[in-house]
């Protein structure tokens, strides 16, 4: 099975300067907890729900600030046409809960989250990143 065969492909783009109250609002129009961050047609960025309130509001920060100053820029993507076991893997081992997907030309075509997984039909998968995001810390 392929991650473009789990995936969801209905994804908001939030750009970089944008302000964090603009993220939050998306966030909670769509019932999500995280964004990727678009620039000229190319993925720059990503931001979470954990990242409005860890980097900028216990920072002082208020909702006008943009989403540039907190938004996480070493990016960890998949491929489309990856093997979903793989990605479970590398998901497990990075700790990560989502990771957007691209295209063989690295434009963004979807988002892969444990949901996706768990719904999936790959249960070895599911169950592989639910033990690698699930540790207690």
């Not at 392929?2 to 966030?27: H, N």
């Not at 790959?122 to 169950?127: L, T, V, W």
């Amino acid at each position: 099975m392929r991650i473009s065969d789990v995936m969801s492909r209905d994804v908001c783009v939030i750009a970089p300067d944008d302000t964090l109250g603009r993220a939050a609002g998306v966030m909670a129009k769509h019932d999500i907890g995280s964004l990727p961050v678009g620039e000229n047609d190319r993925l720059v960025g990503f931001i979470t729900d954990r990242d409005i309130v860890i980097r900028a509001l216990a920072q002082g920060m208020d909702a006008n600030a943009t989403v540039r100053q907190v938004m996480s820029r070493e990016l960890k993507y998949c491929y489309a046409d990856d093997d979903i076991d793989e990605v479970a893997m590398n998901m497990a081992d990075l700790e990560l809960r989502r990771l957007p997907v691209v295209d063989r030309d690295k434009r963004l075509v979807g988002i892969v989250s444990l949901a996706n997984f768990a719904h999936s039909r790959d249960m070895k998968a599911s169950q592989q990143l639910l033990q690698g995001v699930a540790r207690p810390h």
